[in-house]
């Protein structure tokens, strides 16, 4: 069964960083893509980022260049840093394992998900 758990969340004001972390187990960590999307109240999840096996990057155009993530294959883990966070960033952030190697922007990729994470952006 695989296992994803996200950390790093909270509440900080625009302009402010943060780094999430999703720390996963079950699976072979290494040979799957994963990515992060995030739910704002009233809204449908969104796209935010993923990062292939081997370290492509695909970014959602609102996050484009504010946002990197990455992983350590070595510690089962995907990070999101988030800078220049914006007030329109609030949301519950979740990190997904996808279903193939090379990271994908489509949900229906992705067959495990985490709890998520509340990241709160004050103005």
């Known amino acids: 069964q695989v296992q994803l758990v996200e950390s790093g969340g909270g509440v900080v004001q625009a302009g402010d960083s943060l780094r999430l972390s999703c720390a996963a187990s079950?699976?072979?960590?290494?040979?799957?893509?994963m990515g992060w999307f995030r739910q704002a109240p009233g809204k449908e999840r969104e796209f935010v980022a993923a990062?292939?096996?081997?370290?492509?990057?695909r970014y959602a155009d609102s996050v484009k260049g504010r946002f990197t993530i990455s992983r350590d294959n070595a510690k089962n883990t995907v990070y999101l840093q988030m800078n220049s966070l914006k007030p329109e960033d609030t949301a519950v952030y979740s990190c997904?394992?996808?279903?193939?190697?090379?990271?994908?922007?489509?949900?229906?990729?992705?067959?495990?998900w985490g709890q998520g994470t509340q990241v709160t952006v004050s103005s």
């Open positions: 079950g699976r072979t960590f290494s040979s799957y893509a």
């Open positions: 997904a394992s996808d279903s193939g190697p090379h990271g994908s922007s489509r949900l229906s990729q992705y067959n495990y």
């Open positions: 990062i292939s096996w081997n370290g492509n990057t």
